[in-house]
Antibody, heavy 129, light 107 residues
């Protein structure tokens, strides 16, 4: 049974970097069947998809426009984990952050489609001095 | 970005009731729509993908329908554990976007 275990600090100072890790157990990590996502939730912004990493013949990333330029998702295959880094944070980045797996549920000639099916428990991150 | 809206934003219902939630997309997304249930302080739980396909282990009291821009989630025979907030999400085009949620409360 796959589990996603999140870790990382719950308090980050403004202008610094938010860093969270999601460790995968019980499943294959480097496969085209899944993508690995970060989502956050706040009262003001609701649920917001931030980005994903996925493996084809190499690891590729897609990011939300709202955080592009500040976000980086990295993979450590030796530890079966992926991480989120969000730079230059402000109080608006205060939220609960979730990692989630999405599995392939459809395909066309041009692309695969993935839907989220397993979620981490969430990490509350507060940006404050 | 594709905008997702949901109606109603909240509803009150009794145990045993059948309720329907509507989700609309600002442009056509075929059937690339998922539904999630979230309880306070918990992560979302995935219920449906492909607008109408239940994930393994999700009871058949949940059903989804729709295609294009309009979708519905129906919950039959509401039980105490079903009172929660429900979100739709499109995965047709990134950035993948969520609806604002529908809170199902006990009458």
């Amino acid at each position: 049974q796959i589990q996603l275990q999140q870790s990382g600090p719950g308090l980050v100072k403004p202008s610094q970097t938010l860093s969270l890790t999601c460790a995968i157990s019980g499943d294959t990590f480097s496969t085209i069947s899944f993508t690995w996502n970060w989502i956050r939730q706040s009262p003001s912004r609701g649920l917001e998809w931030l980005g994903r990493t996925h493996y084809t013949s190499e690891w590729l990333n897609d990011y939300a426009f709202s955080v592009k330029g500040r976000i980086s998702i990295n993979v450590d295959t030796s530890k079966s984990q992926f991480s989120l880094q969000l730079n230059s944070v402000t109080p608006e980045d205060t939220a609960v952050y979730f990692c989630a797996r999405a599995r392939v549920v459809g395909a066309t000639r041009f692309q695969y489609y993935y839907s989220m099916d397993v979620w981490g428990k969430g990490t509350t991150v507060t940006v404050s001095s | 970005d594709i905008q997702m809206t949901q109606s109603p934003s909240s509803l009150s219902a009794s145990v045993g009731d059948r309720v329907t939630i509507t989700c609309r997309a600002s442009q056509g997304i075929s059937n690339y729509l998922a539904w999630f249930q979230q309880k306070p302080g918990k992560a979302p739980k995935s219920l449906i993908y492909g607008a109408s396909s239940l994930l393994s282990g999700v009871p058949s009291k949940f059903s989804g329908s729709g295609s294009g821009t309009e979708f519905t989630l129906t919950i039959s025979n509401l039980q105490p554990e079903d009172f929660a907030t429900y979100y739709c999400q499109q995965y047709s085009t990134y950035p993948f976007t969520f609806g604002p949620g529908t809170k199902v409360e006990i009458k």
